[in-house]
């Protein structure tokens, strides 16, 4: 599972549970894969992703270092080739992109409800009795 993906799951489907958001990862098997740079997915994702959300989860498994406490603005507004945002750019591909968990677990915030990952694919399957 990637970070990206990590960003957008929730546990609202949950009986008593409003938001379920953001779950709480725990990684207990990862690796980092090599991708191509794609600086235009990037900042196509920058305004659709929850970034203190993003860095938060990339800093609970040891991957968030390199990541700032808030995006510059100009990284909202920018899409040319601006030099500068170069770095953070590729930062934030490879944490989005290229980390992968592949084993641990996905908490509910609000229910404590443990979603197993395994195999890097989050089984978010509830029971019948679980859902609302």
């Known amino acids: 599972m990637k970070l990206l993906a990590h960003n957008f799951l929730s546990s609202c489907f949950l009986k008593g549970v409003k938001e379920g958001y953001p779950l709480i990862l725990t990684a207990t098997k990862k ?3 090599q991708h191509e740079f794609n600086r ?14 993003l860095r938060q989860a990339a800093s609970s498994i040891g991957e968030g270092d390199n990541l700032p406490e808030c995006l510059p ?6 899409e040319d080739e601006n030099t500068e945002l170069e770095p ?5 591909h490879r944490v989005m992109v290229s980390v992968e968990i592949l084993e641990g677990e996905l908490k ?11 195999d ?4 978010m399957i509830a029971n019948e009795d679980e859902v609302k």
């Not at 997915?41 to 970034?51: A, D, E, G, L, W």
């Not at 603005?73 to 920018?78: I, S, V």
């Not at 953070?88 to 934030?92: F, I, N, R, Y």
């Open 88 to 92: 953070l750019l590729k930062e934030l």
């Open 40 to 53: 235009v997915f990037v900042q196509r994702m920058i305004p659709k992703v929850n970034y203190e959300v």
């Open 108 to 118: 509910c915030p609000e229910s404590g409800r443990v979603f197993p990952i395994r």
């Open 31 to 33: 690796e980092v894969q």
């Open 73 to 78: 603005e100009q990284l909202h507004t920018e």
């Open 120 to 123: 890097g694919i989050p089984n």
